[in-house]
T-cell receptor
Framework: AQKITQTQPGMFVQEKEAVTLDCTYDTSDQSYGLFWYKQPSSGEMIFLIYQGSYDEQNATEGRYSLNFQKARKSANLVISASQLGDSAMYFCAMREGPGNNDMRFGAGTRLTVKP | GAVVSQHPSRVICKSGTSVKIECRSLDFQATTMFWYRQFPKQSLMLMATSNEGSKATYEQGVEKDKFLINHASLTLSTLTVTSAHPEDSSFYIC??????????FGPGTRLTVL
């Protein structure tokens, strides 16, 4: 069963505007971590932001913030003041439980920032 | 953040040959490394989890005899694609885990099998 769901294959946003990329997840674990990565055309995976399941406050990192709604099992990424360099694939990922567990990825959303 | 390198970044080989991809954690020791595969316009799919000094754990559907993983030290894991075929052409990405929350990815290796 798909544990990470990203329902938006592609998104467009005007430069300088904010955009929300959706991510829902499914887990029965109480302890888990949620991640967002950016993958430009070069292929490298760039870590953006992390939210732990026990974190009470939404994570923020510069222009990135994570809208964590635990009861709804959603972890949407909000990018404020979009820049042309934000155009890339964005992946939501989850790691369940403590220890050296692996990270599972959603299908990704391709974001295009328009000038 | 911690740096993970992969070598080579790009490789083209003939069908039937074997290709080795190296993944190194440059400034930290990684007890666990992961190997992912990514087809064009698709997500990353976990192939195997590699712990230093022990056998890798492969995901269902991944042939362990075809994708040999060796994690001989805390800073190096290798993936060998044996008897490569065109369908093995893909983008291979490794990642290394530092602390509970930290996982860093290598830049990836693009394999093309002719």
């Amino acid at each position: 069963a798909q544990k990470i769901t990203q329902t938006q294959p592609g998104m467009f946003v005007q430069e300088k505007e904010a955009v929300t990329l959706d991510c829902t997840y499914d887990t029965s674990d109480q302890s888990y971590g949620l991640f967002w990565y950016k993958q430009p055309s070069s292929g490298e995976m760039i870590f953006l932001i992390y939210q732990g399941s026990y974190d009470e406050q939404n994570a923020t990192e510069g222009r990135y913030s994570l809208n964590f709604q635990k009861a709804r099992k959603s972890a949407n990424l909000v990018i404020s003041a979009s820049q042309l360099g934000d155009s890339a694939m964005y992946f939501c990922a989850m790691r369940e439980g403590p220890g050296n567990n692996d990270m599972r990825f959603g299908a990704g959303t391709r974001l295009t920032v328009k000038p | 953040g911690a740096v993970v390198s992969q070598h080579p970044s790009r490789v083209i080989c003939k069908s039937g040959t074997s290709v080795k991809i190296e993944c190194r954690s440059l400034d930290f020791q990684a007890t666990t490394m992961f190997w992912y595969r990514q087809f064009p316009k698709q997500s990353l799919m976990l192939m195997a989890t590699s712990n230093e000094g022990s056998k890798a754990t492969y995901e269902q559907g991944v042939e362990k005899d075809k994708f040999l993983i060796n994690h001989a030290s805390l800073t190096l894991s290798t993936l060998t694609v044996t008897s490569a075929h065109p369908e093995d052409s893909s983008f291979y990405i490794c990642s290394a885990k530092v602390l509970y929350n930290e996982q860093f990815f290598g830049p990836g290796t693009r394999l093309t099998v002719l």
